[in-house]
């Protein structure tokens, strides 16, 4: 017997665990109508029934209670026979007299039954499989009937025994331990063949590789690996065909013919380098870009890479966010989850107003130097030329003309007075130019400034490393490593 608890490495349940985790932050952040949105995207990547029922009480807590009443509906359909079958109902049927009652009633506020409802708890998901399928699995003990064949999904709280057993293979048992928060629990089951006599036509297979831990699949890849290496099983004679995959490594692929009694031995080279796993997560970060080393690594979150091991660059961008850079030494067999929160960059309008004012002086000392000082100028010859003409005409009148004199003098001083004003308006002009380039250029600079200062709280991140657990794994025609851990 082999058994392993282990991350789910199947797509699609990956999927739906990192929209679950997602689900349940916003949850606890009070974010329901968010909450709902990532738990029917854990239900799209997995059409486990916990989900609905997740849906339904984020859309409780949200005060949609035709959505909430909807998915509590779906949920009793997909498992009539829940346990906790009469408390939803009674639950549906409050939320249907308060749906009715709204509409009658102008106050929107949840009635006092709505909120003598005891606080509804998410449920989790344990997922119990086994390699091959369709073995009979039952809870803390094996008197009863059985809880169902592999694989199973379902709700199951506390600690408990699990028994899984299969026609002609090793028993196998594991205990859940409860847990704090919801999740998703995956239990994987490999199982072995009793001992047989070789005129059951069995041969030995033994599987070892350069790099230890590697998966080993036999025939079918959809089924799930076999175990991991080094590796040994009794198997039909016959032609088999074996993969041998590691991440980060290519895929060892060999068709092998078993006889019987004989022992069959693979050495799979596999090409490539040790990984480990980089995990983003955060609040928006399904809108956002993770990037490593300068190159996009995910064009959405959250997502889960393989990394080689060594020291990157990670940065989570989003338009109209700051981005967060971090440095990262991502080490074998492990995993880091890389948690941010982005924060929206402030509004430029100090800047737009400072270059407004840039442009307004420059304009203003552009024309004064270019159209009034000119105009100034022109006056001010002008006048000069006319008191220069009286100058002259003064000089040829009589002496004996007193009229002729008194007129001039007049004409004088009209003249000096007009020059002199436009002296003084050409030099404001001139000074004014000076100074508004001057005022304009200060503006800019400021200008400069607001736009490109880091204005506000700086995003923030954090990581946590996790060791990938590798494990002794031995049991009947077996011996190898396994992967343990969980979220």
């Not at 997909?78 to 109902?89: G, L, M, N, S, T």
């Not at 949840?110 to 009979?136: D, E």
């Not at 004989?262 to 990984?275: C, D, F, K, N, Y």
């Not at 001083?413 to 250029?441: C, F, M, Q």
Request: aromatic share 10%.
């Amino acid at each position: 017997m082999v058994l392993c608890t282990s991350l789910a490495h199947a797509d699609n349940l990956d999927d739906a665990r990192e929209a679950f985790n997602e689900a349940q932050l916003l949850y606890k952040q009070g974010k329901f109508k968010s909450a709902a949105k990532k738990f029917r995207d854990a239900y799209k990547a997995k059409a486990y029934p916990q989900f609905l029922f997740n849906i339904g009480a984020s859309y409780e807590r949200a005060n949609n209670y035709r959505a909430a009443v909807d998915y509590y509906g779906r949920y009793l359909d997909k498992v009539p026979d829940a346990k906790d079958k009469a408390q939803i109902k009674k639950r549906i049927a409050v939320l249907k007299e308060e749906i009715e009652r709204a509409k009658k009633s102008q106050d929107k506020a949840p009635s006092q039954k709505v909120k003598q409802l005891r606080a509804v708890k998410l449920q989790s998901v344990v997922v119990i499989r086994s390699t091959p399928p369709g073995a009979k699995i039952w809870l803390d003990s094996k008197k009863g009937p059985p809880l169902g064949l592999t694989p199973w999904e379902g709700n199951i709280q506390g600690r408990h025994v699990i028994y899984v057993e299969l026609e002609g293979h090793s028993p196998a048992q594991d205990v859940i331990e409860p847990s704090g928060s919801n999740r998703i629990r995956d239990v994987r089951f490999v199982l072995t063949r009793f001992e047989q006599k070789a005129e059951n036509y069995l041969g030995l297979l033994k599987v070892t590789s350069n790099v230890p831990g590697a998966q080993v699949f036999i025939d079918n890849k959809e089924a799930g690996a076999y175990g991991v290496t080094p590796f040994q099983k009794q198997i039909d004679e016959g032609k088999h065909k074996v993969w041998v995959t590691a991440p980060g490594y290519n895929t060892y692929e060999r068709e092998i013919d078993i006889a019987k009694t004989q022992v069959h031995s693979i050495h799979a080279t596999l090409e490539g380098s040790p990984v480990g796993y980089m995990n983003f997560r955060g609040a928006g970060i399904e809108f956002s870009k993770v990037w490593m080393d300068d190159e996009v690594i995910c064009e959405t979150g959250p997502c889960r890479v393989a990394v080689p091991e060594g020291k990157h660059k990670f940065k989570v961008s989003r338009k109209d966010y700051k981005s967060y850079s971090k440095n990262v030494t991502v080490r074998s067999a492990s995993e880091t989850r890389f948690t941010v929160g982005l924060v929206k960059k402030p509004g430029k309008a100090d800047a737009v107003v400072a270059w407004t004012l840039a442009a307004v002086f420059a304009g203003g000392a552009t024309y004064s130097w270019f159209k009034l000082k000119p105009q100034q100028e022109d006056r001010y010859n002008a006048a000069k030329i006319v008191s220069d003409n009286v100058d002259a005409l003064f000089n040829a009148c009589p002496n004996s003309d007193n009229d002729c004199r008194n007129a001039l003098r007049d004409q004088k001083e009209d003249a000096n007075s007009h020059k002199d004003e436009h002296n003084l308006k050409r030099k404001v002009a001139k000074w004014g130019a000076i100074a508004g380039w001057g005022a304009a250029g200060i503006s800019a600079a400021v200008a400069t400034y607001y736009t490109f200062r880091d204005k506000g709280e700086p995003s923030t991140g954090q990581t946590e490393t996790r060791a990938i657990k590798v494990k002794p794994l031995v049991g009947v025609n077996f011996g190898g490593l396994g992967v343990d851990g969980t979220f």
